[in-house]
T-cell receptor, first 113, second 116 residues
Framework: DAKTTQPTSMDCAEGRAANLPCNHSTISGNEYVYWYRQIHSQGPQYIIHGLKNNETNEMASLIITEDRKSSTLILPHATLRDTAVYYCIVRPRPGNRDDKIIFGKGTRLHILP | GAGVSQTPSNKVTEKGKYVELRCDPISGHTALYWYRQSLGQGPEFLIYFQGTGAADDSGLPNDRFFAVRPEGSVSTLKIQRTERGDSAVYLC??????????????FGPGTRLTVL
């Protein structure tokens, strides 16, 4: 079973920041938080990951609470192309042999024009 | 550069038939994964290869499903005696195996299998 809880769906206006929450209250000390997204009819695409510090890349920012029990993915200026299902995933530290991804149902994000 | 490719993109077959789905990983990626995605669900892990060997096949639903990767590159997922419940999108992913640093999985576009 997935170790994360996400809202089923969210709407966001184009040009605004999209904030996608994720709860992972049972995360252990050596587990990372990863985010992937899946645009319709495509395979999942990696977005960002983090352990305990906030992270930012060209796609998004990841804010992890101090107790690591929840996180928020932020798309700073959402566009229509960001409409997708967003998966929050907890995984062991990189390089672990048990490397499969356990996906939940994710959050279906609709960007509204 | 070329990403993960999967063929065919769509496969329609009849109940009871045998099918093979092919995955070409990114060149040089030693790890290869198969997932299955049913409508409205997230991808579900099936099997993971490290080189030629299956490191984890715990996700294969039953013995009708089998996968090979004989030369450590291309992989084939084989399904015998297909059932209507096997209808899904079959996703393949590959990654480098690193002793440190994250090993992002790159996914292909999937093969949509429909069993009539």
């Amino acid at each position: 079973d997935a170790k994360t809880t996400q809202p089923t769906s969210m709407d966001c206006a184009e040009g605004r920041a999209a904030n996608l929450p994720c709860n992972h209250s049972t995360i252990s000390g050596n587990e990372y938080v990863y985010w992937y997204r899946q645009i319709h009819s495509q395979g999942p695409q990696y977005i960002i990951h983090g352990l305990k510090n906030n992270e930012t890349n060209e796609m998004a920012s990841l804010i992890i609470t101090e107790d690591r029990k929840s996180s928020t993915l932020i798309l700073p200026h959402a566009t229509l192309r960001d409409t997708a299902v967003y998966y929050c995933i907890v995984r062991p530290r990189p390089g672990n042999r048990d490397d499969k991804i356990i996906f939940g149902k994710g959050t279906r994000l609709h960007i509204l024009p | 550069g070329a990403g993960v490719s999967q063929t065919p993109s769509n496969k329609v077959t009849e109940k009871g038939k045998y099918v093979e789905l092919r995955c070409d990983p990114i060149s040089g990626h030693t790890a290869l994964y198969w997932y299955r995605q049913s409508l409205g669900q997230g991808p579900e892990f099936l099997i993971y290869f490290q080189g030629t060997g299956a490191a984890d096949d715990s996700g294969l639903p039953n013995d009708r499903f089998f996968a090979v990767r004989p030369e450590g590159s291309v992989s084939t997922l084989k399904i015998q005696r297909t059932e209507r419940g096997d209808s899904a999108v079959y996703l393949c992913a590959s990654s480098l195996t690193l002793s440190s640093g994250y090993n992002e999985q790159f996914f292909g576009p999937g093969t949509r299998l429909t069993v009539l």
